[in-house]
């Protein structure tokens, strides 16, 4: 079902409103999920919507929140979501960071108290669109086994860096830590198909080609999938995912953070408060002139997309290319749903009364 | 042959006075090196010695560098390294982000017109020590194919992030972008072994265990190995630390980066100044207060090492925890160095009128 960009924004910020959350909160947070849709990221957009609201009726989402800086230097701050849907506070965060950029050439702030704050992209973005480089990273449910680990005890943890560029769209890497995202086992669920080995381990910590060993007591491989290929490599980069956006914070980290699935509840012990981000802002002419800048990114880009390829039908895809392309065939030719998703929205229609997809 | 460190720094150290080095400049070069040695990187140390020579006689490596900062803001800096040693450039430029963070929460610094700068871990060591939290990054010698191409278009490219702890010693993440370093590259052609699957390509872009395959136009392959295993995620994470460092800077970035081996001219067309790094430095008490943060990374350090594991007899490793372990052992009992280390050093010792190691 391909629904318009226009239509699925109103149906996703009416369904906020009536969760409680303020106007301006609620165009936000859909504006986050709707530019998911479009960037053809659907495992993050409206599709989660349905998770937002189980939260929120567990009272684990504050729909009011009173979002603030509890520390801060000139450069740097720490920002207490207040439980509020991360899909708000995480672009508070990076307004401050980007602030601070304004002023003294860089921002950097640690988030805690927070949740699933949605595509990391669209909060780096923020900073893209005012000739800065960004960052944004959040640490997540844990699925991930560090390398030789039986427990899963790290989110998918995704950090994203984005550059602008001249005449290109920004370069922006935006990528869980994890070989595979959760996303593609659920497909393969769904699809009744096995996945690759180096995806994902059994609950004895033996690789597996079975999708469904994650609900049996599996977990997630890190990045480069065994030792041999890297994976203390990825479990390195999750970690520093974890540490920069909890322990630098004050959230949870490791197995502590709380699950995303409403279903299963936060551990009773808790070492922070909710799950944390972290996002900073560069100007580039801290560094040198953004036409300087931008031209040379152009040239990177250019190099890159011109590269001799193993197969000569498949170019080198630059880092977000894939997203800017379906954002513009998205935004002219609608964002497609499966049935599921649109059955699911419309059971949260019914229940919010709001008007339903069709 | 086990080396006292004592005799081994005095050695570098001499080496490096007799290229024409400032006493300052030959302890501090020295310092990274025998650092690396210490720490078990045995690839990124003395054995790198000739290397750092042999680019001194061509007059690729100015040993009377003017290093300076170009432009700056209160938090970001260029710093053009005048083509110094790499391992005396960015002590200098890690040194004005920390004294930037210790001014104003953080210090972030791009690096142009430099060489090889030894292991990134050195200099993101020293915000630590500060407790700070430190990062290092550069470019290097295009070695590795971005997903689906076949030519080498990126470095190993490391990135270094680094954690102040409480009883634990700090957490390291020091990884190169590749699936496998060079250096086990090395290895195994010098014990006449293949390789795994998923390291290397050759020079038609197909997967290859011949480990003299990069010689022969082949290329390493980003972390992850394959596309059905994530190494898009690898390229992207080697091209934030080319743009970081080089775009950003001002240095040569992707395949105009300069060969580090001597034999290899640099490309006639440059689009910057010798190679680039990139540094940064956050005051921890920007966010936190510092024991708060340690009691947290003391938390996280203990429930990942008493993780359970698929391999009782295998715990789970700590970032850094193998160098930290390494250098324990090593300040005591000596620096193994293998005979054509010893051998190459000793050809040096006699070309520069120093003692010879014995």
Redo the contacts between chains.
Sequence with gaps: MLISESVLREFTENIFKAMGCSQAHAALAGDVLIKSDLRGIDSHGVARLQGYVRLWEKKRINTNPDIKIV????????VDGDAGLGLVVAPFAMQVAIDKAA????G?V?VRNSNHFGIAGYHALMAVEKDM?GFAMTNASPLVS??????R?LGTNPMC?A?PAGKYPP?I?D???S??ANGKLEIAQRMGKQV?E??I?DK???FTTDPHALKSGGALLP???DV???S??????G??V???SA????AN???WVPPFVAFLDPPDDP??LGIGHFVGA???D???PVD??KA??D??VT??KS?????PN????I?GEPEIEAEKDRKVNGIPLINAVVNDLNVLAERFGVNKLE
Aim: no cysteine.
């Design positions: 520390h801060q230097t000139a450069t740097t701050a720490t002023q003294y050439g860089s950097w640690a480089i560090p390398t030789y680990s039986s427990e005890l860096y550059f370069v890497v990528m869980a830590t070989a595979a690759p180096g995806w381990q004895h910590g033996n990045l480069g999938s041999e290929h890297g203390h490599k990825g479990f390195g980069l970690a520093t974890d540490i920069l322990v630098l914070s004050g980290y490791g197995p070492v922070g560069m100007r580039v801290g560094f040198r300087e800048f040379h990114m040239n990177w190099r890159f590269s001799a390829t193993v197969d498949q170019k080198v895809i880092p």
